[in-house]
């Protein structure tokens, strides 16, 4: 399935999946913020590739009401991967219109850990990613913003809470 506010984001995964004659796979043209209640429960992996705008501001905020619309879309267990880029003097302004610190700075990891378990994941992993790793994800503006400028990439890595485990219980 892919997600998209922008339907020409979508054009091109779309067009493959038809030409290859793949009919399990769905696009659907949404913003984060409105994720329609018929995705409820259906992943098991929810991927977000060097959001930018809002997308970027719910997941490095975080915005705790946005990702549990986000966890809305997962299965208990399933898993949540974000991919972030900053160029540090060049996205400064973008950083600050949105209201996010710096994506390097060391308390990224404890903001992030309080935002997501409110939304109903657990962090397990946020780390830098090398250039070179990036180049090797499966994104062609993954690969293109891996060459170039001085730009630092993190890799956040989260599971959906059951219902159970949200509630806080053993």
């Given at each position: ?47 977000v ?28 267990g ?15 302004g ?17 903001r ?6 409110a939304?109903?994941f ?49």
């Amino acid at each position: 399935m892919g997600i998209d506010a922008n339907a020409a984001g979508l054009r091109p995964f779309s067009g493959r999946a038809l030409r290859a004659g793949l009919s399990n796979v769905i696009y659907v043209r949404a913003a984060v913020e409105d994720l329609p209640p018929a995705l409820a429960g259906i992943a098991d992996h929810v991927s977000v590739v060097l959001p930018w705008g809002s997308l970027l501001a719910a997941v490095a905020g975080p915005s705790t009401t946005v990702l549990r619309g986000v966890r809305g879309l997962c299965r208990p267990g399933a898993t949540l991967e974000v991919v972030l880029g900053c160029e540090p003097v060049r996205d400064l302004g973008e950083l600050a219109r949105l209201g996010l610190p710096a994506l390097a700075e060391a308390a990224l990891p404890g903001r992030l850990a309080a935002g997501y378990e409110a939304a109903g994941f657990a962090l397990t992993c946020v780390r830098p990613i090398a250039p070179g790793d990036l180049a090797r994800w499966p994104s062609t503006w993954a690969r293109r913003l891996a060459h170039g400028r001085d730009r630092s990439f993190l890799r956040v890595v989260a599971r959906a809470s059951s219902a159970a485990e949200a509630a806080g219980a053993c």
